[in-house]
């Protein structure tokens, strides 16, 4: 059973910064790659950024390439994922979720993420 809690969202004006966490439970996620999404009004899923099992290799979109980054924790039967979002954009207004690469089926509820002065 595998189960994914995003959280850290909130609103921020923009250029502000935000950190979200992820709390994937489930051993699969342990020597899976991660990845945080995004899903913006009207639009489909995207990924925004992925971290190896082995922590030594990280993506990026281009859109958040430079701006965010993405970090892990491995705990027993629990990996604690983290994307820090600097210079924010409103553009980057979404609901963001964590999950493996590639995606599982199962996805969390995300957290919302708002950027607005």
């Known amino acids: 059973q595998v189960q994914l809690v995003e959280s850290g969202g909130g609103l921020v004006q923009p250029g502000g910064s935000l950190r979200l966490s992820c709390a994937a439970s489930g051993s699969i996620f342990s020597i899976s790659p991660m990845g945080w999404y995004r899903q913006a009004p009207g639009k489909q899923r995207e990924w925004v950024a992925s971290?190896?099992?082995?922590?030594?290799?990280?993506?990026?979109a281009d859109s958040v390439k430079g701006r965010f980054a993405v970090s892990r924790d491995n705990a027993k039967n629990t990996v604690y994922l983290y994307l820090q979002m600097n210079s924010l954009k409103p553009e980057d207004t979404a609901v963001y979720y964590c999950?493996?690469?590639?995606?599982?089926?199962?996805w969390g509820q995300g957290t919302q993420v708002t950027v607005s002065s």
């Open positions: 971290i190896t099992s082995g922590f030594d290799r990280t993506n990026y």
């Open positions: 999950n493996s690469i590639p995606s599982r089926r199962d």
